[in-house]
C-alpha cells in the first residue's frame, strides 16, 4: 500500500467500522509507562500522557484516546510509530482524542508518545502497540457458472495473507466452507439451479481474520447449460424465426464440418432443411480429432490410454440438440423441423418436456403441417389411397415406455419393429447409433411419436393398418405427467422393464383405458416371478400382456413376437384417437398445448370463420371470390387482343382497340359494382393484424384450405372412377375433369381476388373513398413476402399477370427493404410433376405446395435473405425463388394455345431469372424435345433483348454412381438436340444467325448436367427421403451460388426486377416476342451509353476544333515576321500539320475505342444489356475518326492554298509600301529644303501632287477572278466520272451556269407514269415522285446551309467546298436509297446545286478579289498616311498615336477574330450540358414536349413535313433563347479577352527585354502572338512605314493602350445581339448541334417518324414513338378519310398495307421486315405510350385534313378524352424519361 502523510482530528467523537474480529490485545494494548511525581506551575517536569485508551482500529487508521490534566500549562503531544516497511510522526496540540490515519491494514505498528511544554522541556516516552485491521478481499467476481459447480476469482488485499476462508451459503444455511492460499477456488457439487451466497475472508500471518467480501451467484439449470454450450441461449426468450433458418448464409453453402457444439444445431438444421437423412449424425470436429486423431499415428501399447478414451461424455446426444431447437424456436421452424422429420422418417416430439420448468408441451401445433398418404389393406384392391392431415388421422396409438434399468435398448427394437427385412431405418435415436450412447441431459421426459403406414402390399407391410408409435424417454418414475398422459391417449401402452417393484405404485396408480404390456429381458438381471405375477394380477395381466425375451431367444424372434402382440392390438383395439383430440386430455393433466398462445388460437377463429363456409368449392368461388371468376379471364382475353389483333379483321386498328378499352373499362365498372364478400372482408381484417398471428392466420388457411381440397378432390377421384368403368359416361366424366381443375382452393385464391380488388379500384377517381382505403393492400402483401409467404406472381387460371397489383406490391417490397434492395432470381422449368417444387423445397427449405392434386398453377416468387457474410460474394441481398407451373401439363394439353401459354411461361421466368434451372426426364424423349423447344425459344428471346441466361440442366431419378460418365452419350444427344431445337427457333424468330445453342448462351455439356438420384429410398409411405438426392440437390445449390457469385454482370434491385417483369410479360403478350420487347432498363442503358459516348465524342471534336484554330493560324501567319521559325515552303508545312492531325486523330480514336472497352467492362448500369449496340458505337467511334480527318485535312488544304494564293498579293502590297515611304521622305526632305513654315494646306497640295505622280509611275497589274463555276463543272464530272458514258451526254446537255436558277422540280417521263403521278397529286397520295421531290428539297436545302457557311466567312473560294458538297449529296443519297432514283434525278438534282453554288462561290470568290485589291488597299489608307506625312515633317511626337493604331488596326482586329472563333465551342459545350442535348431521344422528347405546350398547328405541320428544318430552327431558336440575355456569353467572351491580352502583355514585355530597334520589338511581339492571333499584314505594313516612334515611349502608350482595349471590346460584345453573334461565328453551334443529334435522317415508312438510334453508323433503326399514320399522309383509300392506325399496332395486326416500296401491292404489315428489313418497329411501351399523338391528331383532325386535302379521320372516343397531362406522361414513359 502507497504510504501517505497521517493526519490528526482533533473530535471527541469517531464514526469507526465495526469489526468482525477484534483481538484481545485491543482491551489491554502493551504499554510502558513510568511513575512521576505531578506537574507544578513554570518547573522543569512535564508529565507523561496520562492512560492511554484505543478507542477504535480501522484498516488504515487507529484512534486513541487520552486524559487531560488540569493545569494551565499548554502541552503538545508527539506521536511517533512505526511499522517493518515505514515510520511517521504527528504533532498535535494536547487533546483527548488523536486519529492516526494513512496506516497499513493488517498491520502491527508501535506508537511512542511524549507530551511537550511551551519551554521545550519532555516527558518520558509512553509506548502501544496496535494491529490495524486487515482488509477483505475486493472486487470478488464469479468466472465460471455451470449447474454443478461455480469459479471465484478476487484481488489480493494488502497486508500479510496467510490464506482466504470461503463460505458458501444457501438459504441461510453453510453449504460448504473451504480455505485455499491462492486467490482463485471453483466450488463443486452444488445443485443446477440455486442460488447460492459466497463470503471470502482474508486471514494474516498473525490469525486476524477480515471482515468477508460477499456475493451471491447462480448456478445453471442443465438446460441453460445445454443452451450455452450449444449457442442458443439468446433464442430460449427470443424465438429463432423461420426467416434465420433460411437465409443463405456461409454454413448453407459451404461443407466444413461442425468445428465445436455451437455449430451443431446449425447443421442439424442445415442438413434437416434439405431433407438429409444424415441431420442426426451431429459430431464436432474436435471431438472426433481427440477420439481418434491422438492414436492415429501411435504406434506403442497403451492400455490405459485405449480404456480411457473410450469416453462419450464430452459429445451431445442428438435428442438433446432436437430437444434444444424445438425449446428456442418459434412455432413455424417446429412446424418446419417437424414436417422435414416426419420426410426423413425421424419420430417427432409429441411432448417437448422443458427440464427447468418440469412443464412439458403438446406438440400439436409442430405437427400440424404434416401430411400423409397410405393405403390400407381394405384399399389395396381398388389402388386407392388415403391422404390426410396427421394430426386429424383417427389411429391407434401404441406406447413404449421404461420402468427403471432395462437392458433391452427400446429405441433400437422400435425400429426393427417398424422396418421390414428389406429396409432398415432408425427412426428412433438409440444407444448404437452416432452420439446415441452420450448421456441425455435435457431430453428425458421427451414422448416421440412416428407413424407405421402400410402401402397396401401384404408382403412388404409390417402392419395392415396405419398406427401412431409414441416412445417416451427415460424412467416413467420420473415422468408420470407424460406417463400418465400416453396411457390415457393409447391403446396399449408396453413397459420395458428389468425389475419390477412388488408395489409398482406408478403402474397401478394409472386410471387409463390402455392395455398394459410387460416386456421384460430374463437374460439380464431376471425378475422375481413373485414380484411379476404380483404385479400381474394387480393390473389383471394375462399371459399375452406379458412378454419375455428367454436367454435362449435372438432379437429376431423376440421382434417377431412383439410384432404380433402389436398387430393383434391394432387389429382389434377400438381405441382410436386423434392427436387433435388430445390437447384436452393434456389440458387436465396440466400440460401445456403449443396453440394455446392467444395469436394461434385467434387466428385460428379468423380461419376457421372463413372456412367454415365452404361447402362447393366451385359455388363458394362465384360467390365469395367473384373477381377473378369469368370477368377476370375475359379482361385478359381483351388484353392479350389489345396487343395480337388477331380479330380485328378488316376493321380500323384504333377503333378496335379503343373499343376493347371500353370494353375493358365496363368489366371493370363490373367488378367495381360487386360488394366486396364477407369472406374477403375477413381475409383482409386478418392479415392486417400483427406480425405474429397474421403468419398463424395464413396457416391456418393454407391448411383448412387444403383439407377442404383435398375432401372435395377424394370424393371427385371416386366418382371418377366409377364412371370410367362405363364408357358411355363421357359428358359426367368430362364435367368430373373440369370439377378436379376447377376445385383446387388455397390462399392464392384470396390473394388473386384481391389483387382484382385493388386493380379494378384504380380504375376509380383518385378521390373516391373506396380506392383510398385499398391503397394499403399492395404494402400488405409486400410485407408477407418480406416473411418468407410465397406470392403468386402468374395467375395460373387466367394465365395472366396482374401487373399493376404485382408492380405495386414490390414497390412497396423496395421501400421495406430500401437501400437493401438487391435480388438474384432463381427460376425451375419443366414437366408437370417431375418434382420442382420438390426440389426447390430441398434445396432452400422453403414450402412451396407439393400435396397431391395441388400441382403449380402459374408462378410463384418467394423471398429467401442473404446474410451479410455471402452477401458481399453474391453482392445481393435476397434470392427471389421462382416456382412455376409444369410445361406440357395434362389439363392445359386439350387446349390450342397450350404450346403458346408454355413459351409465354418460360419466356417470362427466363426473361426475370439471373439462373433457370431445366427439371427434364431422359426417358421420355418426345416430351423433352417439347420442353427443350419451348426453353430454347425462351433463352434465344433473352439473347437478342440484350439479357445473358444461365441454366443448368437436371436429370432426376438417376442414381447410378457413373451416371455422370455412362451419361456421357446422352450429353451429346441433349447437345445435339438443343442445337436442332435452336435452329427451328432462331428460324421461326426470323434470327436465322445464331446455328447453335452455344451462341445462344454459355453452355458446356459436363459443367451444365447434374444427376439427381429418385427422392425416396425404398417405397414410400415409410420410405425416408434419400441421402443421396438431399447430398445431389446440396451440390446443385452450392454450384447455382458460385455461377452467381461469379456473374459479370450486376444484381438487379427490386425496381429493376419490377421494369423487367412489366416490359417481359408486353413483349410476351405480342405473338412476336424480339421484335415486340421494349424495357426501360435496356432503354435507360442505352440512354447512358448514349450520353457517355457523346460527352467523348465532343471531348473529341472540342479539342480538334481548337487545334485546327491553332493550326490556320499557323498557316495564315506563314510567310509573315509573325511566324517564328520558317519552313521552306507553304507545302512542308502542311505536310507537318497533317502528319500532326494523324497523330491527334489516332490518339483519341484510341482513347475513344479505350472508353468504351472500359465501359463494357463496368458491372454496375446494367451494361450488358446494350451489348449488342457494342460494335455500332466502336464503329461510330472510326466513322467519327474518318469524318474527322476529312474536315480537318480540307479545312488545312484550303487555308495553305488561300494563304499561298494571297503571297503574291502581300509582295505587291509590301512593295507598294516600300515605294510610297520612299517618296514620302523624299517629299519630307525637299519641304524641309525651303527653310520656310508650310502650312496644312500647303503640305496637303505637296503630297496630293505626289500621291498622282506616284499612282501615275506605279504598275498596278489588276487582279483577274478565276472561272469558278469551270472549275465547278470539272468536280462535278469528275465526281459522275464512274457513273458511264450516259452521265457525260446527260451533263452536256445543258450548261452548269443556266443549272440551279429556277427551283428543281422532279418530273418523270412517259404519259402513264405522268397521269399517275397527276392522279397521286390529286387525290394527296404520296407517289414516287413525291417522295422523289422530298429526298431533293431536304439535300437541296442542306447544300444551301453549307454555300451559306462558307460564304459567311468571307473568304477566297477552295476546291475543298464543292467537294464537301458533292460528298454532302452522296452521303444524303445514300441515306435514301431505299427509294428507286434513276441517274438522271443524281445528274440534274447535282447539276442544279452546283450551279447555283458555283454563281455564289463565283460571287465570293469576286468579293474576296475586290477586297485585296492592292490599289484599293493602298487608296485605303491614304488618308492616315497624309496625316503620318505631317506628323514627320512637323517632327511630332507619333508615340500615343502610332501605339493607338497598331492596337485599333493589328491587335483588336485579330482578338475580335480569336474570340469569335473560340466562341462557337463554348456555345455547344454549354449547351450539350442541358439534358435536352445530350442525347437523340432527349432532344425529341424536349421538341414534342415544347410542341405541346404551345399547342399550335402549324409547328406541328412543319414538325412532321419538315422534319430536319424544323429542328435545325428549333435548336436555333433555343440557343438563341439561352444567350438572348447574354451574361452566359459576355462570360465566354470575357475569358477569351482575358486570355489574349494577358498573351499580349506577355509579348510586349517579353520582347522589351530584348535588344534593337523599333522594328524588332514590333516584329517580336507578332512572333510571340503568331502562335494565337491572326495579325493583318496590310495593317502591319501600313502601321510600320513613317513611323519615327521612340521605343520606349511607344512601349509604354502601347501597354496603355492595351490595357484600354478589354473594356472597348465588351462594349461592343454587349451591343452585339446574339443573332449577329451566331452568323459571325467560324464554329456555328446549331450547324454541329444538329448534325451531332439529327441522327441518320431515316424516317418510319408509315408513320414518318424519325429514327431515335443514338448513334449515327447503326444497322437498324427504330423510333420510341410512333404516331397515327394520317399524320404521314395516309388515308383510307376508298373514304380518304385520314387514317388513325399506328403502325405499332398495324405490325401485331393482320392489315396489310401498300405504297411505293410494295409498287403499291398488298403485303402484311405482319411481314414488314420483307419490305423494309432495316426497320424495327416494337409494338408501344404500353397501350397508353402513343397518347400523345392520338392527343395531337384529335385535337387537330380537321386542319391536318385540310392540309392534306383529304378527309378528317373518324376519331375513336377512347382518344378525344386524352388530356394534355396524359399526353406528356405517355411522352415521359415511351422516352424513358423519370
Known sequence: MAEREPTMED????????????????????????????????????????????????????????????????????????????????ITKDSNTVKVEGLNPGTEYTFSIIRTADNGNQSKATSLSVTTEPSPPVQISV????????????????????????????????????????????????????????????????????????????????????????????????????????????????????????????????????????????????????????????????????????????????????TALFLCSDGFVQQEMALKMSMCQFSVPLLLPNCDTKQCTLMLWAMRDIVKKYRPQSLSESKGFIEQRIVLSELPMISFVRLGRCSLS?????????????????????????????????????????????????????????????NLRGDIASFETQFSFLC????????????????????????????????????????????????????????????????????????????????????????????????????????????????????????????????????????????????????????????????????????????????????????????????????????????????????????????????????????????????????????????????????????????QI?????????????RQQLQQLPKLCAELLLDGFPVELVDGDASNIPLRWVSDVLSQLN???????????????????????????????????????????????????????????????????????????????????????????????????????????????????????????????????????????????????????????????????????????????????????TDVMEYSPDTGNWYIPGLWNGNPPMAPVNAGYSEAVYELKKNIIQILGSCASSANNISEFTEWMKSLWTAVKHENFIFSFRNSLVADAYMRLCTEFNKWEWEFRKYMYTWVTHAETRISNYGTFAVKSEMSDMRELLTHLKSEAITELSKWETKMLDNLTQYFKQTEGHVYLVEAYREDFVNNAKSLRREMQNSVFNQLTAAADIRQGMTELDRIKENHTKELEGRVRALIDKCREKKCEMTGQELDKEFDRMWKEMLRELHFKKQEPKNIIAKVDHYLRDNLARKGSHV??????????????????????????????????????????????????????????????????????????????????????????????????????????????????????????????????????????????????????????KAEEFTERCLRPAVEVFVNRSLGPDIIGEMLTSDQFSTRMYLQYSILLDLLSRDDFENYQSYILSHEEFVKKWIHDQIVERFSKGSTTLKFEDQHIESTINSINGAINKAKGKSGNFKTFVKGICQELGDKLVLSQGALGAFMILNDSDLEQFAHWLTECVKDMPQGLRQKFKVTNIQTKLNSLHVKPQSVLFSRLIGCGKQCPFC??????????????????????????????????????????????????????????????????????????????????????????????????????????????SWKAITPKQAEASLKESFHIQ
Not at 461455480?150 to 496467510?162: F, M, R
Request: net charge negative; aromatic share 8%.
Open 815 to 997: 421501400d421495406l427493404v430500401s437501400p437493401k434492395s438487391k435480388i438474384l432470381v432463381v427460376t425451375v422449368l419443366g414437366v408437370q410433376s417431375t418434382g420442382k417444387s420438390t426440389l426447390l423445397n430441398t434445396m432452400f427449405g422453403v414450402q412451396f405446395a407439393v400435396s397431391s392434386g395441388r400441382c403449380t398453377r402459374g408462378a410463384f416468387m418467394l423471398l429467401i435473405r442473404i446474410d451479410e457474410d455471402v452477401r458481399k460474394e453474391l453482392n445481393c441481398d435476397f434470392m427471389v425463388i421462382i416456382d412455376t407451373e409444369g410445361l406440357k401439363s395434362p389439363e392445359l394439353a386439350q387446349l390450342d394455345n397450350s404450346h403458346e401459354h408454355d413459351n409465354e411461361l418460360a419466356t417470362l421466368v427466363v426473361g426475370l431469372s439471373d439462373i433457370t434451372i431445366i427439371n427434364i426426364a431422359m426417358e421420355n424423349s418426345t416430351e423433352m424435345k417439347d420442353i427443350l423447344q419451348i426453353v430454347v425459344h425462351a433463352f434465344l428471346r433473352m439473347t437478342e433483348v440484350g439479357k445473358k441466361p444461365k441454366c443448368q440442366f437436371v436429370h432426376q431419378n438417376v442414381s447410378d454412381v457413373s451416371a455422370h460418365e455412362k451419361n456421357l452419350r446422352d450429353r451429346k444427344l441433349l447437345l445435339q438436340q438443343l442445337n436442332e431445337m435452336t435452329q427451328a427457333a432462331a428460324k421461326m424468330e426470323k434470327k436465322e444467325e445464331n446455328k447453335s445453342f
Open 758 to 770: 385493388y386493380e379494378a379500384s384504380l380504375s376509380l377517381p383518385e378521390t373516391d373513398p373506396s
Open 11 to 90: 473530535s471527541d467523537s469517531t464514526d469507526e467500522e465495526e469489526f468482525y474480529d477484534v483481538p484481545d490485545s485491543l482491551d489491554e494494548p502493551n504499554r510502558k509507562e513510568e511513575e512521576n511525581p505531578p506537574p507544578t506551575p513554570q518547573s522543569e517536569y512535564v508529565p507523561p500522557p496520562g492512560e492511554i485508551t484505543i478507542l477504535s482500529i480501522g484498516q488504515e487508521s487507529v484512534s486513541l484516546g487520552f486524559s487531560l490534566s488540569h493545569n494551565s500549562v499548554g502541552y503538545t503531544l508527539q506521536l511517533d510509530y512505526s511499522c517493518a516497511t515505514h515510520s511517521g510522526s504527528l
Open 1288 to 1441: 457525260c451526254g446527260l451533263l452536256s446537255e445543258k450548261s452548269l451556269k443556266d443549272c440551279g436558277v429556277k427551283p428543281f422540280t422532279y418530273t418523270v417521263e412517259g404519259f402513264y407514269k405522268q397521269l399517275k403521278h397527276k392522279v397521286s397529286r390529286f387525290f394527296n397520295i404520296e407517289d414516287h415522285v413525291m417522295a422523289v421531290q422530298k429526298i431533293a428539297d431536304s439535300i437541296i436545302m442542306t447544300c444551301t446551309q453549307l454555300v451559306t457557311e462558307k460564304i459567311e466567312r468571307k473568304n477566297n473560294y477552295h476546291d475543298t467546298y464543292i467537294q464537301e458538297i458533292l460528298h454532302a449529296i452522296d452521303e444524303k443519297l445514300q441515306i435514301h436509297q431505299e427509294v428507286d432514283t434513276k441517274i438522271e434525278f443524281e445528274v440534274f438534282l447535282k447539276q442544279h446545286i452546283c450551279g447555283f453554288a458555283a454563281r455564289e462561290f463565283q460571287k465570293m470568290h469576286e468579293d474576296f478579289i475586290q477586297v485585296n485589291d492592292p490599289y484599293r488597299c493602298l487608296d485605303q489608307n491614304k488618308e492616315k498616311f497624309r496625316a503620318d506625312f505631317k506628323d514627320v515633317f512637323n517632327k511630332r511626337d507619333q508615340c500615343q498615336k
Open 410 to 470: 427400446k429405441s433400437e427394437i422400435l425400429n426393427k419393429l417398424l422396418s421390414n427385412s428389406q429396409q432398415y431405418h432408425d427412426t428412433f435415436v438409440h444407444h448404437n447409433m452416432k452420439c446415441g450412447d452420450s448421456p441425455r441431459r435435457i431430453s428425458n421426459g421427451l414422448a416421440e411419436i412416428t407413424w407405421y403406414l402400410p402401402c397396401g402390399n401384404k408382403n412388404m407391410d409390417v402392419f395392415s393398418e396405419p398406427v401412431a408409435i409414441a
Open 143 to 322: 468466472d465460471e457458472i455451470s449447474s454443478e459447480s461455480l469459479s471465484l476469482s478476487w484481488d489480493t488485499p494488502a497486508g500479510e495473507v496467510k490464506s482466504y476462508i470461503v463460505t458458501c451459503c444457501s438459504e441461510g444455511d453453510i453449504v460448504q466452507e473451504l480455505a485455499t492460499d491462492t486467490n482463485k477456488l471453483t466450488l463443486s457439487n452444488l445443485m443446477p439451479g440455486e442460488c447460492y451466497s459466497l463470503q471470502v475472508s482474508a486471514q494474516l500471518q498473525n490469525g486476524r481474520i477480515s471482515k468477508p467480501a460477499v456475493t451471491s451467484a447462480h448456478t445453471k439449470t442443465h438446460l441453460e447449460m445445454l443452451l450455452e454450450d450449444l449457442g442458443l441461449e439468446q433464442h430460449y426468450k427470443e424465438k429463432l424465426p423461420l426467416s434465420t433458418v433460411l437465409q443463405i448464409d456461409q454454413k448453407t453453402i459451404t461443407d466444413e464440418p461442425a468445428k465445436c457444439n455451437s455449430d451443431l444445431p446449425w447443421y442439424f438444421l442445415k442438413k434437416l432443411m434439405m431433407v438429409n437423412v444424415t441431420a442426426r449424425d451431429v459430431k464436432c470436429t474436435s471431438v472426433c480429432g481427440s477420439n481418434c486423431g491422438d492414436t492415429a499415428g501411435n504406434t506403442e501399447l497403451d492400455i490405459d490410454n485405449l480404456f480411457d478414451s473410450q469416453n462419450s461424455d464430452d459429445m451431445l446426444n442428438p435428442l438433446d440438440i432436437i
Open 488 to 755: 390415457q391417449t393409447s391403446a396399449a401402452v408396453f413397459v420395458f422393464f428389468d425389475n419390477l417393484d412388488s408395489e409398482c405404485k406408478v403402474l397401478t396408480n394409472q386410471h387409463h383405458k390402455a392395455q398394459m404390456f410387460l416386456v421384460g429381458n430374463q437374460q439380464s438381471n431376471p425378475s422375481s416371478k413373485d414380484v411379476l405375477k404380483k404385479v400381474a394380477t394387480k393390473l389383471t395381466l394375462n399371459n399375452s400382456n406379458i412378454l419375455l425375451k428367454p436367454k435362449h431367444m435372438n432379437d429376431a424372434d423376440f421382434i417377431l413376437n412383439l410384432r404380433k402382440t402389436v398387430s393383434n392390438v391394432v387389429e382389434n383395439s377400438k381405441m382410436k384417437m386423434r392427436i387433435e383430440q388430445m390437447a384436452d386430455i393434456a389440458h387436465e393433466l396440466g400440460i401445456w398445448v403449443d396453440e394455446d398462445s392467444s395469436e394461434c388460437q385467434d387466428a385460428k377463429k379468423n380461419a376457421d370463420a372463413i372456412t367454415a363456409e365452404i361447402h362447393d368449392i366451385l359455388n363458394y368461388k362465384e360467390d365469395q371470390l367473384p373477381l377473378q371468376g369469368q370477368i377476370w379471364k375475359e379482361l385478359t382475353c381483351l388484353e392479350k387482343e389489345e396487343f395480337r389483333l388477331r380479330n380485328a379483321g378488316s376493321q380500323d386498328i384504333e377503333k378496335y382497340k379503343s373499343d376493347l378499352q371500353v370494353q375493358k373499362t365496363e368489366l371493370r365498372k363490373k367488378q367495381n359494382s360487386c360488394d366486396m364478400s364477407n369472406a374477403m372482408t375477413c381475409f383482409i381484417n386478418a392479415i392486417s393484424s400483427p406480425g405474429l398471428e397474421r403468419c398463424y392466420f395464413l396457416k391456418w388457411m393454407r391448411m383448412n384450405l387444403d383439407n377442404v381440397s383435398r375432401e372435395k378432390l377424394s370424393g371427385l377421384r371416386e366418382q371418377y372412377k366409377e364412371k370410367c368403368k362405363n364408357s358411355e359416361n363421357k359428358e359426367e366424366i368430362k364435367d368430373i375433369d373440369r370439377q378436379l381443375s376447377n376445385s383446387s382452393l388455397g390462399t392464392e385464391h384470396f390473394f388473386r381476388e384481391m389483387g
Open 1648 to 1757: 414518318k417518324a424519325p429514327c431515335d438510334a443514338g448513334e449515327k453508323v447503326h444497322t437498324e433503326h427504330w423510333t420510341s414513338l410512333h404516331r397515327p399514320e394520317g399524320l404521314g399522309r395516309y388515308r383510307w383509300d376508298r373514304t380518304k378519310k385520314l387514317m388513325t392506325d399506328i403502325c405499332s399496332s398495324l405490325v401485331t395486326s393482320d392489315a396489310h398495307f401498300c405504297c411505293i416500296a410494295t409498287n403499291f401491292d398488298w403485303h402484311p404489315y405482319k411481314q414488314y421486315r420483307e419490305i423494309f428489313p432495316e426497320w424495327k418497329i416494337a409494338p408501344d411501351v404500353s397501350l397508353q405510350a402513343s397518347d400523345y399523338w392520338k392527343y395531337v391528331m384529335a385535337k387537330f383532325n380537321t386542319k391536318f385534313a385540310e392540309a392534306y386535302d383529304a378527309k378528317p379521320a373518324h376519331i375513336p372516343a
